[in-house]
């Protein structure tokens, strides 16, 4: 049994998100390949044994790092007003986050790559991204009637996991060409004209 499905303790549970912490740190600065698991352990305040007694590989702790951050579409708490407003909320989140989407981008480019050239990695993220694509269409019908969204729903959730992650690498590239104000019209202009 693979050691991310068991039940865990408590402070089995600290260990991990310790141990998936510091991995995250290493992958943004280093890059996967480039982190090792001693330099894990030692950021974590742990010895390489602890990664060994939770994670069955070093795969495996990268494929919790990136399970442990999701990427959420920045839907508003509260849907109120119409499919205008709701965008302007959601470009308005989109803003607020950028800051951590983009600290984001080096290990969510390097997760991409790791599964595009690791077969088994890309058939074991297929059925989580098939979930959180599902959740995500859940939330966005919670906030949206159908009337109110310029496509069909998976349409429109899978245009959003595509765009936003696309803007925030834009805008750390050149965040005058991807203003606040940009990002603004771009969200606005989802909303179905009257």
Do not use: C
């Amino acid at each position: 049994m693979a050691k991310d499905s068991e039940t865990i303790s408590p402070k089995r549970a600290r260990t991990r998100e310790r141990l998936i912490e510091a991995a995250a740190e290493i992958i943004a600065q280093k890059g996967f390949q480039g982190a090792t698991l001693d330099e894990v352990a030692a950021r974590a305040g742990l010895t390489k044994g602890a990664i060994y007694d939770n994670f069955n590989s070093k795969d495996e702790l990268f494929f919790a790092v990136v399970m442990a951050k999701p990427q959420r579409l920045p839907l508003p708490d509260k849907p109120a007003g119409g499919a205008k407003a709701k965008m302007a909320a959601m470009a308005e989140a989109a803003i607020a986050d950028g800051e951590n989407a983009r600290l984001q981008i080096p290990l969510r480019a390097e997760f991409l790559l790791y599964t595009l050239s690791h077969q088994e990695m890309s058939q074991r993220v297929a059925p989580w991204m098939k979930a959180g694509f599902a959740a995500e269409r859940e939330r966005v019908m919670q906030v949206f009637s159908k009337d109110e969204l310029p496509m069909s729903p998976d349409a429109f959730v899978l245009m959003l996991q595509a765009m936003i992650p696309g803007l925030m690498y834009l805008r750390s590239q050149s965040s005058e060409l991807v203003s606040d104000d940009l990002i603004r019209e771009i969200f606005e202009g989802l909303a179905p004209k009257a």
